[in-house]
């Protein structure tokens, strides 16, 4: 399934990534279930993601929300041209996600699941190139993470000092 935006609500943009039906034999026949990947962010250098389970679509994609929201990181971003300070590249399991700045007028240059982990966090000019596994779940955990691990000079400069 296309990443949807679902609504701008708080400033916060909502993206459901992937959303995904399970069934569970029982004795009495099938019990239906879906899963919902969200990605939240106030295009301003937070973002947040969390995968849910629920019942219904619509209760997966509200338990996967709101609990995205709880789960917020800040993201660096620098200079006018919005982008990341310094490449980096990350893995964690089978996942391998690279991402490096870009100049401004590049946009972001990324598939999938770690674009919209980016475009949620408000970086608008990046390269980013899944090497790992094609699994939207990690591959945005694997983005969020690499997004954690940057460092600012002035932060770079206080750890040394």
Not at 110 to 115: F, S, Y
Not at 125 to 144: E, F, M, P, R, W
Request: glycine share 10%.
């Amino acid at each position: 399934m296309d990443p949807q935006i679902i609504e701008q609500q708080d400033e916060l943009t909502e993206t459901i990534v992937q959303i995904k039906r399970t069934s569970k034999k029982t004795k009495g026949g099938n019990r239906l279930s879906f899963s919902a990947l969200a990605v939240v962010g106030d295009g301003a250098g937070r973002v947040g993601t969390s995968l849910s389970k629920a019942p219904s679509v619509i209760e997966a994609i509200k338990k996967a929300t709101l609990r995205a929201k709880s789960q917020l990181v800040e993201v660096p971003i620098v200079g006018d041209a919005r982008t990341i300070p310094h490449e980096i590249e990350v893995n964690i399991g089978a996942s391998r996600v690279m991402l490096k700045p870009a100049p401004a007028g590049t946009g972001i240059r990324a598939g999938g699941p770690v674009r919209s982990v980016l475009q949620a966090a408000g970086v608008q000019n990046i390269v980013a190139k899944i090497l790992g596994t094609s699994g939207k779940k990690q591959n945005v955990d694997t983005t969020i993470f690499a997004l954690t691990q940057l460092k600012t000079i002035k932060q770079r400069i206080k750890k040394h000092s």
